[in-house]
């Protein structure tokens, strides 16, 4: 089954792979796990808060983001951040952006969504006693949630928050539809640059398997240790 | 709680002043390389020998050494001591989105000028003219159009080949199947693994593909040209003064004689990544391009 | 420089024949849920089984179950695509490899994408599937036996209806991701919604009219399907079995 196949060019090509492809996809995915996490938790917040002007937009915002796939996302960040982003700051024409920081933006403002319901249930799993302790010390609100609520709520979901990044790794994949060079898009320019399909497209597999896999079992691992200290 | 509202409703409120404010300032692209001291060029992946990655992924190719004498005049003309130059890889499907977005200040590969896509950007004075063809495999027997009659084809996205041959489908009843492929390379493999059977494309670049293959013997170009592309470099539209600088900075090459030099290097010699000759000498229309240098759109004006 | 706006642009005549701008979306559409949809049939069949033989007490059974999920969630969907639609045809018998790849599109992309959301989807439904038994009190399990039944009767007539009904808001979300996830599709040539809101801005350039109308659809879709599964899940409630809500899984 496996005649016929050089396996060699997956050696060749490691270098470009690795230093090209997949530093831009764990960039990308540590620059939009921390976006998406703060943007996110700023989202849960303004959905729990008792002023309709913020929790409608809020609940608007993740409620469109959860409903669109993520390759329709990927193409209107990409054709329309530089004309929202010249709008926005008053520039005649749009700005100049690039592939890069559209892709952060895209996949931080993508994420956040689903990071912001992942904060609310983390918020709201926070007892409510320990908010009205808060308040009797006469802490304000800002105070309240960062140095009572969020602290306890990020240790609470942290494993759902990990597992969430997991799959922002695996999205990032994505980028393949704008042409840029990822992981998977340096993988197919090669294949497709030497006809290997099969060999590239298997080992691209495996890594990201490995990678993957790798990740969740550590996750699980930090899910019994915290549990322990409860 | 209250004062993260006000908060929200003044950002809102500044962005809307200082939208409305500025809104109608705009700036031509001159004056944006001057003051961000960097321009922008659009490149492709496999457009050889116009615009491509060679076997240490840098962008070179005949297009991206014109655009280069192009940056030149820009810098003369800027009285600037230094450009810097970004490259942003660009497909035929996202080339025209992205000059109209911003993103690049420059397209230079193997786009067709013409009326249609005038509409949306500019171009500059044209630096090749090609036919659009098919490529098959010699196998598979297809000697004219009519032979592709319900077979499936491939061409790439955002091309006028695909739309060509999108309308002549319909136009002529031919009931092809077409695939539309993300780039090149892609639609050349789609040939090359059974799925299409022939692959519409300008002939320069199915000739690049070919004696680049693996087994040049075993592909056939069809002998039938159906449309004149005439490629120009693709700039911003309404941006006259931009459009004066590249258009004098291409015709100076031309009158000079400059081009000569540059479309030897890329046709007539050994080219990266495989050193091969393509050996294509300047065409009777591209000559008469060069002796009197024109950014037209119209296919008549290049028979 | 200025977009120019038009939403005429939908009433334009499609370069290929075959009718209106317009007609290229409803047409996407048409690709994207059938797509879904049978991918759902696959996902839900495999996913209930393997979920299922995951919670019996056969360990080999429930190690199988284990690798098999955890090789389709480890792999990218997109990688996957790719897997399905350019390695298997390479990977199989010349003679069935040709056959796959003389597929006439749009069938050529529909079946590869077909079977890998089915099967993607599978392994998570298949994790729903596992979460809702285990969720289930032990005496559950254990009443059943002391009446009588055996194991796979215990699981028809006692475990699954329960689990099932717990597990309907999280496998609403996967019908819905599995929506959302038929787009991927486009990158091997199948024209589902996306696809063709790309090639109408392809052709017209005019990108904010199309893919707004594409964004507006899965709007609907999605409002559709939510309010179709709260009626459904209205209808098949068993009073006095609380599902609980419990704490968002991640995904999408």
């Known amino acids: 089954m496996f005649a016929g196949f050089d396996f060699d060019v997956i050696q060749r090509s490691l270098p470009f792979l690795f230093k090209e492809g997949m530093t831009f996809t764990l960039t990308l995915t540590a620059m939009a796990m921390t976006g998406g996490i703060v943007f996110g938790t700023l989202l849960a917040m303004m959905r729990l808060s008792s002023y309709a002007l913020l929790n409608v937009p809020a609940a608007i915002y993740v409620n469109l983001m959860r409903s669109v796939p993520l390759v329709l996302v990927i193409f209107w960040f990409y054709f329309l951040v530089p004309w929202i982003g010249g709008w926005v700051i008053g520039a005649g024409q749009p700005i100049q952006v690039g592939a890069f920081w559209s892709s952060v933006i895209t996949f931080t403002m993508f994420e956040a969504a689903y990071y912001a319901e992942i904060m609310r249930a983390g918020i709201q799993s926070v007892a409510r006693g320990q908010v009205s302790a808060g308040q009797a010390l ?93 | ?42 490149h492709r992946d496999t457009s050889i020998p116009f615009s491509y990655y060679d076997d240490k992924q840098q962008v070179v190719g005949y297009a991206i050494d014109i655009c280069m004498k192009i940056v030149d005049a820009i810098k003369a003309n800027l009285k600037m001591s230094k450009i810097d130059i970004k490259y942003n890889p660009v497909t035929s499907a996202t080339r025209i989105p992205l000059m109209a977005n911003g993103t690049i200040d420059l397209e230079c590969g193997s786009t067709t000028n013409n009326l249609e896509r005038q509409k949306q950007v500019a171009f500059t004075i044209t630096h090749f003219v090609t036919a659009n063809r098919y490529v098959a495999k010699k196998s598979s027997n297809i000697k004219s159009l009519n032979d592709l009659k319900g077979k499936t084809v491939v061409s790439t996205s955002g091309t006028t080949n695909i739309k060509w041959a999108t309308e002549e489908n319909a136009k002529r009843n031919l009931g092809m199947n077409i695939i539309a492929a993300k780039d090149h390379a892609e639609s050349f493999l789609t040939v090359d693994t059974g799925r299409a059977v022939a692959f519409f494309m300008d002939d320069i670049l199915l000739y690049s593909l070919v004696a680049t293959s693996r087994n040049p013997g075993s592909w056939i170009i069809g002998s039938e040209a159906y449309t004149v592309e005439p490629y120009g470099i693709m700039l911003r539209r309404d941006d006259p003064a931009f459009k004066k600088v590249v258009n004098g900075a291409v015709s100076s090459l031309y009158k000079s004689g400059q081009i000569n030099a540059i479309y030897q290097k890329w046709f007539l010699k050994p080219i990266p990544p495989k050193g091969i000759n393509l050996n294509v000498p300047m065409s009777a229309q591209f000559k008469k391009v060069v002796g009197n240098p024109t950014d037209s759109g119209d296919p008549k004006d290049y028979q | 420089m200025k977009y120019n706006w038009n939403w005429a642009i939908f009433w334009d005549p499609a370069p290929d024949g075959t009718g209106i701008y317009l007609w290229w979306l409803v047409s996407g559409v048409g690709w994207t849920l059938a797509t879904a949809l049978l991918a759902w049939v696959i996902a839900l069949a495999l996913g209930a089984t393997i979920g299922t033989l995951r919670t019996t007490p056969l360990t080999w059974v429930v190690r199988l179950g284990n690798a098999y999920v955890e090789l389709f969630r480890n792999i990218p969907l997109l990688v996957q695509m790719f897997l399905w639609y350019f390695v298997l045809p390479e990977l199989l018998p010349k003679a069935l490899g040709d056959l796959l790849k003389q597929m006439v599109p749009p069938w050529a992309s529909f079946w590869p994408a077909v079977l890998c959301l089915g099967f993607y989807t599978s392994a998570r439904v298949a994790e729903q599937v596992r979460a809702g038994i285990q969720s289930l009190p032990r005496g559950q399990r254990m009443a059943a036996t002391a009446l009588g039944l055996t194991l796979p009767q215990a699981y028809r007539h006692v475990l699954l209806p329960q689990a099932f009904r717990i597990i309907l808001p999280p496998l609403t979300s996967e019908f819905m991701n599995i929506i959302k996830n038929s787009a991927v599709a486009l990158t091997i040539g199948l024209m589902e919604l996306t696809a063709r809101a790309r090639a109408m801005q392809e052709f017209t350039f005019q990108v904010f009219e199309a893919f707004t109308a594409a964004t507006l659809i899965y709007i609907v879709i999605t409002l559709i399907v939510v309010y179709g599964m709260r009626r459904v899940e209205k209808r098949v409630r068993v009073p006095g079995l609380i599902s609980a809500g419990g704490a968002p899984m991640a995904g999408h």
């Open chain 1, 138 to 230: 006469g802490l304000n609100y800002w105070q309240t949630m960062g140095y009572v609520v969020l602290p306890q709520a990020f240790r609470n979901m942290l494993p759902v928050l990990l597992t969430q990044t997991i799959i922002l790794f695996q999205d990032t994949s994505l980028v393949y539809v704008l042409s840029i060079v990822d992981f998977l898009g340096a993988a197919a320019r090669i294949a497709q640059r030497d006809a290997r399909l099969v060999e590239m497209y298997l080992f691209v597999a495996v890594v990201y398997f490995i990678i993957s896999y790798t990740l969740s079992w550590m996750v699980k691992r930090l899910q019994i240790r915290i549990a322990i200290v409860k």
């Open chain 2, 1 to 42: 709680m209250r004062r993260l509202a006000t908060v929200f409703a003044a950002l809102l409120a500044a962005g809307a002043i200082a939208g409305a404010a500025n809104a109608q300032q705009p700036t031509g692209t001159l004056d944006k390389i001057k003051s961000t001291g960097t321009i922008t060029i659009g």
